[in-house]
C-alpha cells in the first residue's frame, strides 16, 4: 500500500501521520506538496492535521483551494480512499467531499484523550475493527462541533455514514462524554460512497504503547485490508 | 562618512534623550564614542541597545559567576540558544524568555508573540522545536483583572503553539498577590538537531549578503525593548501599541524554510530579529563575527509607506529572521523562501571596514565604530543590601502562629490545601494546549514531576520542566536560588532522567534599587552553588528586571528551565501510584519546618519565615538515587515533596490521574518529635515518595547513596482512601474529596471570569 499524505502550508501532523504508516504499519508513504498535480501513485491520500493556510478565516476554507485538492477530489471520484484527520476533516467538509461542517467547539480548543466508538465497519477505514468497539485517543483543536441539518442528521444515521461517536468509559453517547459539542457525539462519518472518512481524534497520535495508546493501529490496519482487497 | 540628520528628525534635545530612556552618563558615553552629536536614527539605536533587555547592563557582571561549561555543552550562553550533546549524533537547543511586560497589558497577544519569540530563538540554530513549556505567575484568582489576565495569556500560547504544531508538555504556575500587578509569562523552548547541523548568528565573509527573510516589517513593536526595562505604572496600558502582533502561520512557515535554508548550506549565520528587530540583531552578529556591515533601510520590505529608518531599525514585527547568505547564492535563498510564499530581500553586506553603518539609500544615517555600539554598553555595579522588613520577615518565629480551629482535622486543612490554586489542578490551562503533536509525548503535563519525551531513533527520552518558588527567594534569595535548581533537579529525577543543563530566566525588580539588587545577587549565587553542585551549567536565559507595578515588586523569581536525558525512554515514570499494595518509601527526611510555605500563606495569609534549608549534597544524593532506582525498574511511581509538603504530594499520588484512583495508608508515627502540621505541611526539601513492589532493593540503593529512607505504607484500592496516622492521630480522606477539591478548585475559579477585558488603574487597582 502506498500513502499520500498532503502538506499544506501550516499543516503539522503530516510526518505523525508519516511515521504511523511508515514505522508502526510498515507500509509506504510520501509527502505530496499542496502546490502539486501528482498523487504520485498513491492508494490512500491523508489530508493531516494542522492549521492549513493558519486557519484564519474558517478551518480548511483555504486549502480546499489548493492545486492537488484537484487530484484528491478526482481521486475520491474515482472510489480511492481519502482519510481526513482533524483539520483534514474539516478540508474534506469544505471541499464537499464529506457532508456536514464543523463548527467552533462549545468549550474552546480542547487536548486530551477522548474515547470513541466505532459504529459502522463497513469502510476502508473501520473493517478491521468490530462494531462497538471502544478506542481511546487524543483530540486537539479548537473547531470539531460536527454540524449538520437534522434531515442531513437523519440520512447520515440512515445511510450507516455516522463511523464514529464520542462515548463515556462505559460506551454510552453521553453529553458529559462530548468534548466540543459535536450533534449526536458524532467524531467521525464517511461519503456516500464509503471512501472517504473524516474524523476530529486523532488515530495517528494512538499507535505506540509507549505513548499511551495504540487503539489507532486498528484503523490503519484497517486501510492494509482494503487496499490490498 | 559622518551620518546627516535626515530632514524632519527631531532635534537632539535633553528631553529627547530623557525619552529614550538614557542617563545623562550614557549620553555622554555616546558622544564621547561617536566625537559628535548622534542623529535621532543613532540615538534610538542606542536606546534599544543600550536597554536592559538587550545590554544585561546590570546583569551582566553577576551572570558571568554562573557555571556555564561541562564536556557535553556544545552552545553556552551568548547564542540565540544553548545547545548540549546528547549522543547518538544528536544534540538538543534549549532556551528560556519573558513577556513579563507585553503580557501585563495585552495578555493574549503578549504570552503569544512570547512563544513566538522563544521558537524562533531555538529553529534559528538550526533546531526543530520539539516542545515548549511555561513558567507563569498571577495574581489571585479572586481578582477580575487576574482571571482576565489568566485567560488570555493561556489563550495566547495555546493558540501560537497549537498552530505551530509543537507540543506544549510542562510548565508551572503559581498564584500570590505579589504578582497581582505584574504577571510572570516565561516561556521555554526545546528543539532537536543533528550536531553538524548546528549553525550560529555570526556575521563572517567579506562581501556575503546581509538577507531580511520571513515577514515584511511594520510599525509595531517599535521600542517593546526599552518598554520592557522600565517600571509598569499607570501610563502602561497606554503602551498597548508597543505590544506586537503574533501570526503563528507565517511563523510556521518561516520554521519550515529556516531549517530548509540551514540544511542547504547558502546561508553562515541565521538570527532571530527579536527584541529591538533589525538593530539588535545586525548589531549583535557583527561583534560576534568582529566584522562590519552595512544596512540600507530602503532595501527593506516594509508593510506600509513612509517608514522612517528610525522606526525600521526598531520595529519588533514578528515572524522575521536575518541571515547571512554566501555571496553569489541570494537567489538560492530567494527561492527557498519562495517555496513557503515567504520573501527575501538583501539589505546589506558584511564588510571588512569595522564599521556598524546603516543608509537611506546615499544618505548616511547612522554610523558606529566598529563593534563598540555593543563593546561598549555601560555596565552597572549597583549597591546591594537587604531589605530590614524582609530580614524581619524571614526571622519571625512562624511555629507561633495559632492553627485555625478547624485545623483539628488535619483532612480539612489537606483539602483546603488541594484548593488553593498554586497546588490544584492545572488541568484547565494545559487542556487548552496540544501537548500530543509530534507523537512523541509520554508523559505530558499534568501525570508526571516532568515531561518526558523520546528521542526518535533512539532507546533515549528527554526529561524537562520549569521550577522557582519566588515566596522561598524573596524571603531568603540565597536558599530560594538554591531551591528553584535543586527542585527541577529532583523533578526530572523523579521521572528517571539524569539532570543535565539548565536555562533560566531571571524575574526581578528594578535593580537601582539595592534591595533588589541583593535579591539578584544572592539568588545568583544560590543558583550558581546548586548548579556546581548537581552539574547542571547554565547554557543561556534571559534576564528581566523593571518587574515592578506602583503596587510594589514581584517576588524574586529566578526560574529554572531544566533538561534531563534518560537513557532508556521506557523507564519514564509517573507520579501516580500504579499497583495497589506495593510499598510507599518516603526518600529524605521530614523537618520541623513551615516558614514560607503555602500552608503558612494559604491557611494563615502569612508570608514569613526562613524557607527550608537546602542540603546540596543530600540533593545530589536523593538525584542518584532516584535515577538508580527508577532505571533498574524498581520503581512504579515518584512524586517529589514541594508546595503543600507530604500531605500534599500523597495525595497527588492518590489522586493525579481522576480516572485511575489509588488510595494510601501511610504512617509517620516514626517521626514523634515534629509537629504533626510540620511533618505534614512543611516543605521539608530533598524529598520524594517513590511506590515499589521491592521495598528492600530501593531501601538499599538509598542506603549506599546516604538518602535516609523509610518504609512508611501500603497503596491501597481507592476505596479505602488515603489514610495518615500521625503521633497515634488518623488522619483519614475519602479520595471523592480530595479529587473535588484539587480539581475543581481552578475551573470554578475560573468560571468567573468576565468575558471581556478588565482594565484597572494600576496604580490604584480602580477599575479605569
New interface residues.
Partial sequence: MKVGIVRF?????E??AF??VVDQLGEEAVMLWHKDHDLQGSDVVILP???S????LRAGAIARFSPIMREVALHAGKGGIVLGICNGFQIACEAGLLPGALLRNDA?????PVTIRVEHTNTAFTSAATVGQCLTM?I?H?EGRFAASEDVLDQLENDAQVLFRYVD?AGEATVDANPNGAMRNIAGVCNAARNVIGLMP?P??A??P??GSEDGLVLFESLLVAAHA | MTPTPRPGDPTITPALVAEHGLTRDEYDRLVNMLGRTPTFTELGIVSALWSEHCSYKHSRPLLRKLPTSAPYVLQGPGENAGVISIGDGLAVAFKIESHNHPSAVEPYQGAATGVGGILRDVFTMGARPIAMLNSLRFGSLDSPRVRYLVAGVVRGIGDYGNCMGVPTVAGDVMFDAAYEGNPLVNAMCVGILREEELIRAKAQGIGNAIMAVGARTGRDGIHGASFASEDLSHNSDAKRPRVQVGDPFTEKLLLEATLELIASGHVVAVQDMGAAGLTSSSAEMAERGDVGVTIDTLKVPVRESGMTPYEILLSESQERMLVVAIKGREDKVREILAKWDLTAAVIGEVIAEPVYRVTEGDRVVAEFPGTRLVTDCPQYHPDARESDAIIALRARDVHAVPPLPQERNSAWTLRRLLESPTIASKRWLYRQYDSTVRTNTVIGPGSGDAAVLRIRGTKKGLALKTDCNGRYVYLDPRVGGRIAVAEAARNVACVGARPMAITNCLNFGNPTRPDIFFQFREALAGMAEACVALGTPVTGGNVSLYNESPAGAVYPTPTIGMVGLLEDVSRATAMEFREPEDAIILLGEPTDELGASEYLAWIHGVVAGAPPACDLTRERALVETLHESINAGLVHSAHDCSEGGFAVAIAECCIGNPLALHGAMVDLSAWKAIPSRALLFGEAQGRAIVSTSDAAAVLAIAKRRGVPARNIGTVKPPNEGLVIVVAGHSMRSPLMDLVAAYHDAIPRAMQRAPAEQVTVDLATGAPA
Fill in positions: 502550508p501550516g499543516s503539522n501532523c510526518d505523525d511515521h504511523a492535521g494542522g492549521f493556510y493558519g486557519d484564519y474552546g480548543y480542547r487536548s486530551m487524543p486537539a479548537g468509559a486523532h495517528e497520535r499507535v505506540d509507549l505513548l
